[in-house]
C-alpha cells in the first residue's frame, strides 16, 4: 500500500494501507474507486482515486497504477443534460455529492447531510429508491437513486415535483374538459330526442283515452318519428275498425 512514485509531494506521501479499494484490488479486482477524500489527503482539494492492477502472467500482482481526480472536473466528461430543473448527481459510498449536474456549488458545499446518507444507505446495498424530498428552495422534487455496483456509488436523478405533475394535471383537465363537452352534447341530443318522441306519444295517449270514452271517430296525425308514425298508423287503422264495426251494429240493433 505505499505509493513508490508520485506527481506530487502530498501524494506521494498518500498512504493506502487497508483501504477497501486496495484490498478489493489484492483480492483480485481488476480495478477499483475510492470514496471522495477530503483535504489534506489529497492536498488542497477533494479527490477521489482509480486503482488499476498489473499482474503477472501467472496472476501475480506486481502493482497498481492509482490515478487521482478532481470532483469539480466530471463536468466535461459527463456533460448530462436534464429538462427544464431537472439534476443528476453521483454520491460516494459514505452519502456525499461529488458531482451534480446542474452544478449548483463547491464541493464542501455539496456534502450530503446524515439524512442524505440515511436515504442513499438502501441504495448503496443494490437497492433502487424512489421518493420526494424538499430541496433548499423549499420546493418539493421527486428523486430516484440507483446504485452503480461496480465502483459502490449512487447515481441520483431528480426533477421538480411540479415539473412532474404539472403536465399530468394539464392533460387531465383537458381530458376532463373535453369529456364534459362530450357529456354535455350527449345530454342536450338525448333531451332533444326526449322532446321528439314525448309529443307524438302524448297525443297517442290523449287518443288512447277518448276510445275509451268511446269516441272513435278521432285519429291520431304523427309524421315522426318514423317508429311512432308505425304505431301512430296501425292505432289509426284500429280506430276506424272499431268505428266500422259500431256502425254495424247500430245498423242492425
Not at 192 to 210: D, H, K, T, W, Y
Not at 217 to 229: F, I, L, Y
Request: hydrophobic share 45%; with cysteine; glycine share 12%.
Amino acid at each position: 500500500g505505499r505509493v513508490m512514485a508520485a506527481g506530487t509531494t502530498e501524494r506521494a506521501n498518500l498512504d493506502l494501507a487497508g483501504s477497501a479499494w486496495l484490498q478489493s484490488i489484492v483480492g483480485g479486482k481488476e480495478w477499483a474507486v475510492s470514496d471522495i477524500l477530503e483535504p489534506p489527503a489529497l492536498g488542497a482539494k477533494p479527490g477521489f482515486l482509480v486503482l488499476r492492477g498489473f499482474r503477472a502472467d501467472d496472476g501475480h500482482l506486481q502493482g497498481i497504477l492509482v490515478a487521482v481526480l478532481n470532483p469539480d472536473g466530471l463536468g466535461q466528461i459527463l456533460p448530462v443534460r436534464r429538462a427544464e430543473q431537472g439534476a443528476i448527481a453521483l454520491i460516494d459510498g459514505m452519502g456525499r455529492q461529488a458531482y451534480r449536474c446542474p452544478t449548483t456549488a463547491t464541493f464542501p458545499e455539496r456534502h450530503l447531510s446524515a439524512r442524505g446518507s440515511h436515504w442513499a444507505l438502501p441504495c448503496l446495498q443494490d437497492s433502487e429508491v424512489t421518493g420526494i424530498e424538499t430541496n433548499a428552495a423549499g420546493e418539493a422534487q421527486m428523486y430516484a437513486l440507483a446504485p452503480i455496483s461496480s465502483i459502490g456509488w449512487v447515481v441520483k436523478a431528480s426533477r421538480p415535483e411540479s415539473e412532474v405533475v404539472g403536465p399530468i394535471i394539464r392533460t387531465l383537465g383537458r381530458d376532463f374538459g373535453l369529456l364534459s363537452l362530450v357529456s354535455l352534447a350527449a345530454f342536450v341530443l338525448a333531451l332533444a330526442v326526449g322532446r321528439s318522441l314525448s309529443g307524438p306519444i302524448g297525443r297517442l295517449r290523449e287518443q288512447a283515452m277518448a276510445l275509451g270514452r268511446g269516441e272513435l271517430q278521432g285519429r291520431v296525425d304523427v309524421v315522426e318519428p318514423v317508429e311512432v308514425a308505425d304505431l301512430a298508423r296501425a292505432f289509426n287503422s284500429m280506430a276506424a275498425e272499431m268505428a266500422l264495426r259500431d256502425a254495424r251494429r247500430e245498423e242492425y240493433a
